[in-house]
């Protein structure tokens, strides 16, 4: 089994898979930590090593500064994953995380051992922005957008000094993503599957089909009913796709 001296701090794996074919790595939305994909590893393996991404500023990494920048998570990851690409690397990222994602895999890339395939799920594409201010409103604002999009654990909305104590590291990740401008004509050179909610009050198809501008490969758009986290509300369709992945990747012997 391959290993990296960053895992410690930013890679979780739930379900250590050595004799998997592929690899998948998954990316939290703002907010999110790498718990979110429990499911996901369990689902997958042992025919897939899932690898979940765990942002500085949340649960045992709380006591560092939550990040600053899309581009300063990017950074950190790519680091990480050095030595974890002896199989495909397939990512997958929710929201915020689709970006983070993106990023990646533009700098590994750069250094010759990008993805196989990007899942950019809920996020519009990178050249699509709004003016959007979430990380500027006080607490009681932010825990009412987190209510809103229905993405964080109820228990954490609940539990007052809880979520007093994770705000902080909420906030940071919205201005990180709030503030992400990416370069003009930034594109990967993997294909992109595109997911994403008929409901997504923050992705509209028209923004979600703009993907196809950010790689140099195939683009595919599914839409699954539901809202911003429709990944939660329709776990076993979204798993198929994934699966329909994984099993073209293994008949074709891609690496």
């Known amino acids: 089994m391959s290993t990296a001296p960053s895992d410690d701090l930013w890679i979780r794996r739930f379900r250590p898979s050595p004799d998997a074919a592929d690899r998948l790595v998954c990316f939290p939305h703002a907010g999110g930590s790498a718990s979110f994909y429990v499911p996901v590893a369990a689902a997958l393996s042992p025919g897939v090593d899932v690898l979940a991404i765990q942002y500085p500023g949340r ?10 920048s899309v581009a300063e998570l990017a950074d950190g990851i790519t680091a990480a994953l050095a030595g974890w690409d002896d199989r495909p690397l397939t ?15 533009r700098r590994m890339e750069r250094a010759g051992n990008g993805p196989v395939r990007l899942f950019a799920s809920g996020r519009r594409a990178p050249s699509r922005t709004r003016d959007e201010h979430v990380h500027t409103l006080d607490d009681d604002g932010l825990v009412a957008e987190l209510r809103r999009l229905a993405g964080t654990d109820a228990q954490v909305l609940q539990d007052e ?20 401008r990416c370069e003009p004509g930034a594109r990967v050179r993997c294909p992109v599957t595109v997911l994403t909610g008929d409901a997504d009050p923050r992705t509209s198809l028209e923004e979600a089909r703009a993907w196809n501008e950010h790689t140099d490969a195939d683009c595919d758009l599914h839409v699954f009913s ?11 369709e979204v798993l198929t796709v994934l699966t329909g992945h994984f099993t073209a990747t293994c008949a074709t012997g891609r690496v």
């Open 161 to 180: 000094e809880l979520l007093r104590m994770v705000l902080p590291a909420i906030r940071g990740d919205y201005r990180a993503v709030e503030t992400y």
């Open 59 to 68: 649960q045992d990494r709380r006591g560092e500064p939550g990040p600053s």
């Open 226 to 236: 539901g809202g911003h986290f429709f990944l939660s509300e329709r776990p076993a």
């Open 91 to 105: 990512f997958f990222g929710h929201s915020m995380g689709a970006l983070v994602a993106f990023e990646t895999a």
